[in-house]
């Protein structure tokens, strides 16, 4: 069973580009997070979908940024114009059930976004 | 606005002694609480959890405790081996309010020296 699994790797992008992240999730899990992990500070909530649906997108930043997690295919996140302060590591998690205390999060190993 | 603190940014430890990684919480609505170990260039690791009922899980080699007043909790690791140095986060949720969502601390660094 294929854990979480993320591409690319890794991602450089020139001001102004726009990045898109991809992310599939672990086989019979139907909720999906994104966090981001800037240098040195740990990983911070930005959206969690559900098929073909956004559930929360409290940790979104309102501009430049969005989410899918279509009903075929990978969830994307998606970076318009993309600003040096988007570098950063962003993680896809994946859960078979909404609430964490009902099964732990498990994460994919992430893509590094450099933005030059 | 920092909910949960790990103070310590690193750690070492000699092989074969306890590690114990420590965090902080703020928000009285955090109800439960996980660790996640993680190595570079992968993502974090589920450890272990405590649901805020309890305050103690053990798993094998890995404990951790929960001191709901001082909102503290600590994760104790004994035996120490070099293969559990890594970045090792502590992570809160609301479960009824936000269960959906986890606030990380910023992680300590264990190494574990031969």
């Known amino acids: 069973n294929a854990g979480v699994m993320q591409n690319p790797r890794h991602l450089v992008r020139r001001r102004g580009q726009e990045a898109r992240l991809r992310c599939s999730p672990m086989?019979?899990?139907?909720?999906v997070y994104w966090y981001r992990q800037l240098p040195e500070e740990g990983l911070k909530f930005m959206v969690y979908?559900?098929?073909?649906?956004?559930?929360?997108e409290s940790g979104m930043p309102k501009e430049r940024f969005s989410a899918e997690f279509p009903k075929e295919g990978p969830s994307i996140l998606r970076i318009q114009q993309v600003v040096r302060g988007d570098s950063a590591a962003y993680f896809c998690?994946?859960?078979?059930?909404?609430?964490?205390?009902?099964?732990?999060?498990?994460f994919g190993n992430g893509t590094r976004l450099t933005v030059t | 606005d920092q909910q949960v603190k790990q103070n310590s940014p690193s750690l070492s430890v000699q092989e074969g002694r306890i590690s114990i990684l420590n965090c902080d919480y703020t928000?009285?609505?955090?109800?439960?609480f996980l660790w996640y170990k993680k190595y570079p260039a992968e993502g974090p690791t589920f450890l272990i959890s405590?649901?805020?009922?309890?305050d103690k899980n053990e798993d094998g080699r890995f404990t951790v405790f929960l001191n709901k007043s001082a909102k503290h909790l600590s994760l104790h690791i004994v035996p120490s081996q070099p293969g559990d140095s890594a970045v090792y986060f502590c992570?809160?949720?609301?479960?009824?309010?936000?269960?959906?969502?986890?606030?990380f601390g910023t992680g300590t660094r264990l190494a574990v020296r031969p």
């Open positions: 998690a994946s859960s078979p059930y909404k609430a964490v205390d009902a099964s732990p999060l498990h």
């Open positions: 086989k019979g899990h139907s909720h």
């Open positions: 979908l559900q098929k073909e649906n956004i559930i929360d």
């Open positions: 928000n009285s609505m955090f109800d439960y």
């Open positions: 405590i649901s805020s009922i309890k």
């Open positions: 992570a809160a949720s609301a479960t009824k309010s936000s269960g959906d969502k986890l606030t």
